[in-house]
């Protein structure tokens, strides 16, 4: 059985802030492109939860937190036994040290 899957609103203000980045820089079908891959990789999360890699042994709202790498970014999730919680759409080209600081100011 699926789960339901919630975007953090932050979570989904970094989505479109990367698919307004890559209209801009590589235009739409791009952009289209992007869009299209975050949501089909977090249906997928919501048939295989377990599919990304845990990450160290972060814990957020006492659930697991997950990483599925996509090409540029990746879905940094978590989740209980009905819902997917997308907590961040991470560029891999930032610092990954810095995703517990911004998931603590997500709690």
Not at 4 to 17: G, M
Not at 23 to 33: L, P, S
Not at 73 to 83: F, G, K
């Amino acid at each position: 059985m699926a789960l339901k899957h919630k975007w953090l609103d932050e979570a989904q203000a970094e989505l479109n802030e990367t698919v307004d980045y890559v209209f801009r820089e590589f235009g739409e079908r791009a952009a289209e492109g992007v869009y299209a891959e975050s949501k089909d990789c977090v249906q997928r999360l919501t048939q295989f939860p377990e599919m990304g890699m845990r990450y160290k042994d972060l814990l957020f709202k006492g659930n697991e937190v997950r990483v599925f790498r996509m090409r540029n970014s990746s879905i940094i999730y978590c989740h209980d036994n009905e819902t997917i919680f997308v907590l961040s759409f991470w560029n891999n080209r930032c610092d990954d040290s810095k995703i517990e600081e911004v998931l603590a100011e997500r709690e």
